[in-house]
């Protein structure tokens, strides 16, 4: 099992939210977040006095899924989130030990 | 015998007296009933006459009640729409303006200002503006609102009770302290910020308005020995707490981490609101400064209306010439000013010369606030002074220029009231009342500054202030967007 996580721009959460369902992803969670990669931020003005904001909003969602689901799954993603400008976001993978069901205490790929 | 004789001589005779004496009869009766009718068209007349100087009483009383019927109901009016503006007016476009941490400690100084001024101006406060005294100063005369009935006064507004008055000059009592709070934002202790603006209330406030707009005032425009042009406040509200900001904000000094820190406003959603309640109620402010429901109150409104949106453009424009795009909180911030410069101005000027004053006002505390605060490197954080000082005296001095007999004969009819007129001594006189409500800001703020800082502190202490002030002083926060919010 492995976990995605991806930082993608706000605007694009709900493409690849819809896209994530579709390839069959059912649990999600989302991370409201703020930073920057090589894009750096913009300049914003109030009564004249500049401010350069360097950590822009951004959504990082994070999936665990089985490993036959990892390759769709960042498909999905990628396709989704996609402008092809900078500053699209990065994902990221790891594998994952175990996964709980708080529920009833399963575990492994059935608690997913 | 004929059977037809003539009457005898002596019957005919008797006949003729008797005709005669009834003639006579009838004479006098003629003449007793047309002396009867005589008197009796004598009585209607004067019954008549009478009845019609009751009409004429009865309908020139009816003529007064509808006046005041009138004129109250637009003063009351007027004093909801300035209270207005400080709450929730200032109050929303001050905290959208400050960071997240100090939202309700900033509505709260607002806020405060509605509750302590209010209880200060029963006491003392509006004995101390406009009651009778000396030229400085109102007397002890009206204090706890001793005498202040629904009887007018005729020294301020006849046809209106006093009581409607002295709640209408409260809102203005109310909203002067809590501009200033702009300059000490996010630093000053919640409690020297009440004993300070209470102080400041009785020793810098009321003596000005009694000076400019009490009765036997110096500055007051009928009678004063310096007659100053102010109608609704230029010098008394906004030249006192823009130059008492400044004051107070080079007294307090700056933030911790300004300006290398980026201290943004957290919300110009609610700046904005704000400005626009501030532009509504502005009507009350100066079209009430009428004080009654005339056409003076109409030329007073229509000009407020015009300089709000002249300077609205003219501060936008001179943003957008310099840096490349017009803001919101740019365009708000021109219409403030313009609402400021307009304020003495308001019922003495044509519409023409309201935007032409708006013009100018845009472009002066755009320079003021984006410029000259800079060069001078103070944190007047709200930019009171460059809008409400520096906006104030430019409309003080502009009042002196533009100001027309056509809108208000204030000098007489047809006398020349401002210097386009040809009354060049008018500026003179501007600038008196200009050079004493600054004098009189700066020494009393910066007396009163120094006895709260030795009594009770100015300053939040670095921690607190890191903290902010809705923690810090009041214990509470303005946003719970937390996941665990309930």
Redesign the interface.
Known sequence: MHKIEAIIQPSKLDAVKEALLEVGVEGITILEARGHGRQKGHT????????S?DLLPKVKLEIVVVDAMVEKSLQAIISAARTGRIGDGKIFISRIDDAIRIRNEERGDIAL | MPLLSPKSPRASVSTTIAIRCLLIVALFAGVAVLAHAQTTTDAGQSARIAALEQQVAANKAAAASAQTSGDNAWMLTSAALVLMMTGPGLALFYSGLVRKKNVLGTMMQSFAMMAVITVLWAICGYSFAFGQGTAYFGGLGNLFLHGVGVTPNANYAATIPEQTFMVYQLMFAIITPALICGAFAERMKFSAMLLYLTLWSIIVYSPMAHMVWGVGGLLNASGGKFPCLDFAGGTVVHITSGVSALVTALYIGKRVGYPKEPMMPHSLVLSFIGACLLWVGWFGFNAGSALAANGLATSAFVNTHFAAAAAAISWAAAEWIRSGKPTALGAISGAVAGLVAITPASGFVDPMSAIWIGLATGVFCYFMVVKVKIWFGYDDSLDSFGVHGAGGTLGALLTGIFATSAINPVFGAGKATGWLEGNAHQLLNQLTGVALAWGISIVGTLIILFVVDKLVGLRLSEEDEHRGLDLAAHGEVGYDWEINAH
């Open positions: 914003e003005f109030y009564r004249g006095r500049e401010y904001v």
